[in-house]
């Protein structure tokens, strides 16, 4: 019987990790790893995505939704640098992801062999907290042993690189002798709570505050329970951050929502409002939405030193893990008896939910895209995931859904790169297959990356217990968020050269894979057409014909923006009469009677 090779130790080390899927694409760079896996029978899973770039935004999309580290794997050369785009996603969303790349022999090293790259260079900025390369057999149980316990501890991509002759040397563990590292699995972690002084002082600023406003971000997602109650004990309203979205029910009266240029009104309002902000595992970068400086004493807490105190001039810097931390507060704060400033805020965030509805329900040429969300919003499974691409159904999805029950859901937060809807729902899935899956995506992020990967989920989708997998495309033939960007930002008009995409009937598309693909033309058949949708055994692309001319005005826009657009389209914008006609009547709703007023 042949002894295992490097490669054979690999697969056997991530079994041991509890590794059941590593979403990769093959090349002759690791035809050793991949021979292995012939002799491991497929464990753990090899999950073929169509291009490395999806391979790694699976892993993240995998890892965001479960907890775990995520796997993804490519060849020497390009697909390392394939590779790269959603590793950067990763980075920046600080998702835990272990790449494994190969590389050529080490005899061709300095050659200039056949698609020789400098991995280590390459890979030295993404994967900063940790890459390596194995060059002999014994040192790869501890590269790869570090490698996923550093993506654990600092929730980052790491990176180990396996040149192609190593992953075919017998396998030898490192012995008990000098210069051999040796290492072991597994990783027990400490639960963080500040010392007893530091939650006091805590505790003084939130009780000397009248009016607390809470920001609560990805970090806290595990402390529900007690953000509610510190909410109810102080009197305080919450705002979420497009990562932390899922963080708490938006059917809480005092959740205001997301936050910052894709917010609302409500969040807007109650940061401008506050005198006190109390931050949990954010790192929102955009200071212009939080108190003045000087408006509002402050505190935050995050398990991460390296990141706090850098977004707002914090009183007090508190790091610690959120669930325990806030527990541990709790005794300390004490209850404030005038709920005038969180009732003030509750009534806003019903008046806005009102207005969203009634937003969604404007007319327009054909569907606005808001009544795409909102018809879902009523039916969303209590135990769904939800996906969004980058650009516009970014807005719709931040202001337009409410969350509640188990609901999940992310997007590429502070990288917002298009392309990571589909395959995050594919890793989503993957890592979830029991529960409903729902992808928004703008059709140039379909016509980039989605239409591929809807073959990724033609060729695995029987292996889910649930089979609902719902790929949402806004139909507008148009790259509507960057048109709407150099309106507003630029003071031009569409560049109907760049913005303008070609037509495809992406629902024909998916039928042609076996899925079920529905065309949506009608505001009255969405509903009807989500109704489909999560009932089908099969995934479903929902192809739906929005209006371009819809513009995603934040609540707060400045008059500044306003005045650049209005210029944009006094230069000649194609959709002039529609934008403005459009962006009037959508206005408008916030200002008509509400059924409370």
Not at 138 to 167: K, N
Not at 197 to 216: C, P, Q, T
Request: glycine letters at 8%.
């Amino acid at each position: 019987m042949a002894k295992p090779t490097v490669a054979d130790y690999l697969l056997e080390r991530l079994r041991a990790w509890d590794v059941t899927k590593v979403f990769a694409y093959p090349g002759d760079g690791i035809n050793g790893i991949l021979a292995a896996w012939g002799r491991a029978g497929n464990n753990p899973q090899f999950i073929q995505a169509r291009h490395e770039e999806m391979a790694a935004f699976e892993a993240v999309g995998y890892a965001k939704f479960t907890g775990k580290f995520g796997v993804c794997m490519a060849t020497s050369g390009p697909g390392a640098i394939h590779l790269l785009n959603g590793l950067y996603d990763a980075k920046l969303d600080h998702v835990p992801v272990v790449a494994i790349v190969g590389q050529t022999s080490r005899s061709a090293m300095g050659g200039s062999y056949q698609q020789e790259v400098d991995l280590l260079s390459l890979f030295k900025d993404v994967a900063s907290e940790y890459v390596q390369m194995v060059t002999v057999a014994e040192q790869l149980p501890g590269v790869l042993d570090r490698a996923i316990r550093v993506a654990l501890a600092e929730r980052a991509p790491t990176a180990i690189i396996i040149p192609s002759d190593v992953q075919e040397l017998e396998y030898s563990a490192p012995p008990h002798e000098f210069k051999m590292v040796p290492s072991s699995l597994g990783i027990e972690w400490p639960i963080t709570v500040p010392h007893d002084a530091a939650l006091a002082r805590a505790a003084d600023i939130l009780n000397a505050g009248s009016k607390v406003a809470i920001l609560a971000g990805q970090g806290a997602r595990g402390a529900q329970a007690e953000l509610q109650q510190v909410s109810e004990i102080l009197g305080a309203a919450v705002a979420k951050p497009l990562l932390g979205k899922d963080v708490l029910s938006d059917e809480l009266p005092y959740v205001t929502g997301s936050i910052g240029l894709l917010g609302t009104r409500p969040s807007y309002e109650m940061m401008e409002g506050c005198d006190t902000l109390l931050t949990v595992g954010s790192n929102f970068p955009y200071t212009q939405f939080l108190p003045a400086f000087g408006q509002a004493r402050a505190v935050q807490i995050d398990i991460d030193g390296k990141y706090v105190g850098m977004r707002y001039p914090y009183e007090l810097n508190l790091v610690g893990d959120a669930e325990a931390t806030l527990r541990a507060l709790i005794p300390l704060l004490n209850r404030k008896e005038d709920r005038s400033w969180r009732e003030d805020i509750e009534a806003k965030v019903a008046r806005w939910w009102e207005t969203m509805e009634m937003e969604a329900m404007v007319e327009a040429d054909p569907i606005t895209p808001m009544r795409l969300f909102h018809e879902l919003s009523t039916r969303l499974p209590a135990d769904a995931i939800v996906t969004a691409d980058s650009g516009s159904s970014a807005n719709w999805y931040a202001r337009q859904l409410k969350f509640r029950g188990q609901v999940r859901g992310s997007l590429s937060g502070n990288l917002a790169t298009m392309g990571p809807g589909v395959p995050y729902g594919i890793g989503a899935k993957f890592g979830n297959p029991d529960r409903p899956v729902i992808v928004f995506a703008g059709d140039g992020a379909m016509q980039m990356n989605g239409l591929a990967e809807l073959i990724t989920i033609k060729h695995y989708w029987q292996d889910w217990a649930d089979p609902r997998l719902i790929v949402a495309v806004l139909h507008n033939d148009d790259l509507n968020q960057v048109t709407w960007e150099m309106r507003a930002m630029e003071g031009a008009p569409k560049f109907a050269e760049s913005q303008t995409l070609p037509d495809v009937d992406y629902a024909a598309f998916a039928a042609s894979l076996g899925l079920q693909g529905i065309n949506v033309s009608k505001p009255g058949d969405v509903g009807s057409a989500w109704d489909r949708a999560l009932a089908a055994d099969r995934p479903t692309l929902l192809d739906v014909r929005v209006d371009p001319s819809i513009p995603p005005i934040p609540p707060h826009a400045t008059f500044e923006q306003a005045k650049a657009t209005a210029r944009a389209i006094l230069k000649g914008d194609e959709d002039s009469r529609n934008v403005i006609v459009e962006g009037i009547k959508t206005k408008v709703q916030e200002f008509l009677p509400h059924s409370k007023d």
